[in-house]
T-cell receptor, first 114, second 114 residues
Framework: GENVEQHPSTLSVQEGDSAVIKCTYS??????FPWYKQELGKRPQLIID?????GEKKDQRIAVTLNKTAKHFSLHITETQPEDSAVYFC?????????????FGKGTLLTVNP | DSGVTQTPKHLITATGQRVTLRCSPR?????VYWYQQSLDQGLQFLIQ???????AKGNILERFSAQQFPDLHSELNLSSLELGDSALYFC?????????????FGPGTRLTVL
């Protein structure tokens, strides 16, 4: 089955710096890659996603890049703010029959220090 | 607010007991997914239902079962509970299964087994 590796597991940055979180996936048939942000005790919330026919997508301070050849995708957060502090999960979607299933990475705890 | 609702928010019970977690998907969503999130763990996919039918199984124990009803709400039944079953249980919903689709998460049910 699909395996998603996420690095680093923890990341600490100063407010205003950039943060980059990287994920690799194992199944070349994966075609949808969402990123979720989860604050402590809260639900995961989709922050950005990218499909396999696109190499890069940006939404204000957040961007995601996808390298299908290398089977990795990354989340970039610029001008970080304390409210960006949370756990971030990447995921990859793989089709099985007529069904799509998400496999999640283990998460990155991002801390933005004021 | 994602539009996905889950009840109860918290559940405290004893080992050996049985509990039922309930999830109502977003209006119009036909697919429901259940995930388990233990302390320091990522999101472990348990099971998926689409329009009342089971469509995919993940790391779901035999002591756990689920179903989706005609009104599309879903229930996750956990029986013979063990201490290790203590976790956050999330459900998510999406429109369909025929294409990789965004999953929207509910607020979760925190289960504590004493």
């Amino acid at each position: 089955g699909e395996n998603v590796e996420q690095h680093p597991s923890t990341l600490s940055v100063q407010e205003g710096d950039s943060a980059v979180i990287k994920c690799t996936y194992s199944d070349s048939a994966s075609n949808y890659f969402p990123w979720y942000k989860q604050e402590l005790g809260k639900r995961p919330q989709l922050i950005i996603d990218i499909r396999s026919n696109v190499g890069e997508k940006k939404d204000q301070r957040i961007a995601v890049t996808l390298n299908k050849t290398a089977k990795h995708f990354s989340l970039h957060i610029t001008e970080t703010q304390p409210e960006d502090s949370a756990v971030y999960f990447c995921a990859a979607s793989i089709k099985g029959g007529s069904n799509y299933k998400l496999t999640f990475g283990k998460g990155t705890l991002l801390t933005v220090n004021p | 607010d994602s539009g996905v609702t889950q009840t109860p928010k918290h559940l405290i019970t004893a080992t050996g007991q049985r509990v039922t977690l309930r999830c109502s998907p977003r209006s119009g969503d036909l697919s429901v997914y259940w995930y388990q999130q233990s302390l320091d763990q990522g999101l472990q996919f348990l099971i998926q239902y689409y329009n009342g039918e089971e469509r995919a199984k993940g790391n779901i124990l035999e002591r756990f079962s689920a179903q989706q009803f005609p009104d599309l709400h879903s229930e996750l039944n956990l029986s013979s509970l063990e201490l290790g079953d203590s976790a956050l249980y999330f459900c998510a919903s999406s429109v369909a299964i025929g294409a990789p689709d965004t999953q929207y998460f509910g607020p979760g049910t925190r289960l504590t087994v004493l």
